[in-house]
């Protein structure tokens, strides 16, 4: 059999109920929800370590986070940058079976022109500058063929505010664009002899939630969802000052506008998304191409007064996932939903089963080919995330769920928190101090434990979790491993 070209479609910081196919009512997404009619949603999609740097390590070599050594995105810089040093890679496996393969857009790797696997990289990596020679394909691409006096954040917003407001450039310079601009360049430029892989990695909908006019005004316009408020999130409504506050009160009309922007850019990506698929009909291309659209973890949008991501609330590490299978892999048992949870390092060995690929031993993920085609296959009882401080201490936690109950334990506070999923979606309801729901409390403790008494890392101690207040950050071993190994790699040892 031909093997598939395969296409990754992947956003920045994108929560799980942005789509019309996932139930929002309010949101426009014609394209994503075809996409989704045509192959298979999972309903119970999680980042295992929900901010961007560990989610795309996970997703790079479909390791869980402690095996990949990462489980911060900043603070302190210790296992917290991507780095180098992985045996095996998707991109480095596919690229050694014959495949021709391609990164666009956000990759966020350090060194920022580092392959991990990759033929070629084409970035846009939105603000970052790793090293002061370092400027962006997308950076100098916008300076070449900008209309006036302005430079690309020229409107005010930065990367991580909870502010908003339209684009400033014209909508053709817009980054979404461009990335699906040079998508097509690929494709169009790609060895034909060869299948391909490409990575369109688009940088939004992470702030600035920029969208262009066409967009900001039409969800300006509309009634959108009101953030979800618990009966436990009064330690985070606070007055804060900062353009970039991880929490704290805003009004009601910043809210909107926020989520103007953000469901704003979600529409844009998708009509865009919807132009790369028009020119892959024409090339012949789309029927015999794997394609997966996902996000490396959500936005918390005020949620519980909370911004950004790194926690393991709904908002943040909830994450869309469709895959749509080539028409020779369809069969008439394909599944169009699947609620088995699953996580980003299920892709990897998803894409080399789909490609008929050996699984290296070093991936922790399962495919999820199995659970499209409603086969029987032992899968996870649950799902285990993770992260550690960046934004404050409180945030420091590791969550476990089924898909319908959530177990929270902010390590570093030693409290926990446990939430019925299917009767309280929007997490709403601390249910760990209900007398009634004592059993599944202890339930998903113990769960906990299992999973972490085998790091012997000091976070358990009999069957008891160990609050982490006052202790030193913990390193992965296999950090420190991958490391070395790195440095040897660069000294040519």
């Known amino acids: 059999m031909k093997k598939p070209n395969i296409l990754l479609i992947m956003t920045d910081q994108q929560r799980w109920d942005t ?56 603070g302190g810089g210790i296992a917290s940058g991507m780095g180098g040093g992985f045996e095996y890679t998707l991109p480095g496996e596919l690229a050694k ?19 991990n696997g990759f033929h070629r990289t084409v970035l846009d990596e939105s603000g970052r500058v790793g090293d002061p020679s370092f400027v962006s394909d997308y950076r100098k691409w916008f300076e070449d063929r900008k209309t006036g006096d302005y430079g690309y954040i020229d409107h005010g917003i930065t990367w991580n505010s909870w502010m908003a407001r339209p684009y400033h450039a014209p909508e053709y310079m ?16 790609r060895d034909p002899e060869k299948p391909f892989f490409l990575k369109t990695s688009f940088a939004r909908p992470h702030s600035p939630y920029d969208a262009v006019p066409y967009y900001f005004d039409l969800y300006m316009r509309k009634s959108l969802p009101e953030p979800y408020l618990g009966d436990w ?19 009601a009309e ?35 191409t794997l394609i997966i659209f996902t996000s490396d973890h959500g936005d918390m949008l005020g949620d519980h007064h909370l911004w950004r991501k790194t926690y393991g609330y709904e908002g943040s590490a909830h994450i869309p996932l469709i895959v749509r299978l080539p028409k020779q892999m369809e069969s008439g048992s394909d599944r169009h939903k699947v609620d088995r949870v699953v996580g980003l390092q299920d892709l990897m060995p998803t894409i080399l089963e789909a490609a008929g690929l050996r699984i290296p031993e070093t991936v922790d993920g399962q495919s999820m080919l199995p659970l499209i085609r409603d086969e029987q296959v032992q899968w996870r009882p649950y799902f285990h995330g993770e992260h550690g401080v960046c934004y404050s201490e409180l945030q420091e936690m590791h969550y476990l769920t089924d898909g319908k109950w959530k177990y929270i334990w902010l390590a570093r506070q030693g409290t926990e928190q446990l939430f019925d999923l299917t009767a309280d979606p ?21 769960r906990a434990v299992a999973v972490l008494q085998t790091r012997k890392a ?3 101690e009999g069957e008891t979790l160990v609050c982490q207040a006052g202790k030193p950050r913990i390193v992965p ?17």
Not at 426 to 446: F, I, K, T, V, Y
């Open 19 to 74: 789509l019309g196919c996932s139930g929002n009512p309010v949101i426009e997404t014609p394209v994503l929800d075809a996409l989704a009619a045509e192959g298979t949603l999972f309903t119970s999609a999680y980042s295992g370590t929900p901010s961007c740097i560990p989610a795309r390590a996970s997703l790079l070599t479909g390791m869980d986070p402690w095996n990949t050594g990462i489980l911060y995105s900043s």
């Open 97 to 115: 079976a014959g495949y021709h393969t391609q990164g666009v857009g956000k990759m966020h790797y350090e060194p920022q022109r580092a392959l």
């Open 174 to 189: 817009h980054p979404t664009n461009w990335t699906v601009n040079e998508s097509i360049r690929f494709l169009r430029e």
């Open 233 to 251: 999130c009064g330690e985070h409504d606070v007055a804060t000052s900062g353009t970039e506050a991880w929490r704290g009160r805003r009004s």
């Open 254 to 288: 910043e809210i909107h506008r926020a989520r103007a922007g953000y469901y704003g850019n979600i529409n844009h990506i998708d009509h865009q998304i919807g132009r790369l698929f028009y020119e892959m009909r024409n090339m012949g291309l789309y029927d015999n």
């Open 426 to 446: 929007g997490e709403c309801r601390d249910l760990a101090n209900s007398p009634e729901h004592r059993e599944q409390l202890l339930l998903w403790r113990s």
């Open 458 to 460: 000091g976070l358990t």
């Open 477 to 493: 071993p296999k950090f420190t491993e991958r490391m070395e190994r790195w440095s040897r790699l660069r000294a040519g040892l």
